[in-house]
T-cell receptor, first 113, second 112 residues
Framework: EAQVTQNPRYLITVTGKKLTVTCSQNMNHEYMSWYRQDPGLGLRQIYY???????DKGDVPEGYKVSRKEKRNFPLILESPSPNQTSLYFCASSRTVGTGELFFGEGSRLTVL | AQSVSQHNHHVILSEAASLELGCNYSYGGTVNLFWYVQYPGQHLQLLLKYFSGDPLVKGIKGFEAEFIKSKFSFNLRKPSVQWSDTAEYFC??????????FGTGTRLTVIP
């Protein structure tokens, strides 16, 4: 089954404790992207990747890191989480960005205390 | 800067009412246009898309959208909404910067 898998789905952590949200897709998609969703602000892009070893900043990259060492994986790293990073995070992938047909993961709800 | 605007933040309708959600973008070049839907507690799913050709596109569940190039708009419509259409709707545009940009979303509440 074609899917985008994120882990963990729910996480409560404390300020400053490094964490990684994993994202994996099994569709051999080139394009992957991370978004955060906050009430009233919609979906904001954090980072995206056109292909392996190619990543670029989205609208709100501060406080986040990503890597794309393999085509299927695109982890989101919070080196020193802060309470303003409490949010719902979505990973998405697409065959190419031009198609715009994104497949989304189920979301990861992160709370930073 | 290029942007995508959804001016309706929250729309409340009774069942069987007609729906139109606005989406405008600010870019004069060629664009691909999309509407995504997010049902409560779920992730986003593609509702419909426009790449070229007939500016009136039909999607799943009776939704349609019309691309009006002169107005930089891609409004979503449905003749008769159902309670199950309660969801958040996002317009997205791919054109500049070879990336996909989302509007802030419109929350639709359908009252039975």
């Amino acid at each position: 089954e074609a899917q985008v898998t994120q882990n963990p789905r729910y996480l409560i952590t404390v300020t400053g404790k490094k964490l990684t949200v994993t994202c994996s897709q099994n569709m051999n998609h080139e394009y992957m992207s991370w978004y955060r969703q906050d009430p009233g602000l919609g979906l904001r892009q954090i980072y995206y990747s056109m292909n392996v070893e190619v990543t670029d900043k989205g609208d709100v990259p501060e406080g986040y890191k990503v890597s794309r060492k393999e085509k299927r994986n695109f982890p989101l790293i919070l080196e020193s989480p802060s309470p303003n990073q409490t949010s719902l995070y979505f990973c998405a992938s697409s065959r190419t960005v031009g198609t715009g047909e994104l497949f989304f993961g189920e979301g990861s709800r992160l709370t930073v205390l | 800067a290029q942007s995508v605007s959804q001016h309706n933040h929250h729309v409340i309708l009774s069942e069987a009412a007609s729906l139109e959600l606005g989406c405008n973008y600010s870019y004069g070049g060629t664009v691909n246009l999309f509407w995504y839907v997010q049902y409560p507690g779920q992730h986003l799913q593609l509702l419909l898309k426009y790449f070229s050709g007939d500016p009136l596109v039909k999607g799943i569940k009776g939704f349609e959208a019309e691309f009006i190039k002169s107005k930089f708009s891609f409004n979503l419509r449905k003749p008769s909404v159902q309670w199950s259409d309660t969801a958040e709707y996002f317009c997205a545009v791919n054109g500049w910067a070879n990336n996909l940009f989302f509007g802030t979303g419109t929350r639709l509440t359908v009252i039975p």
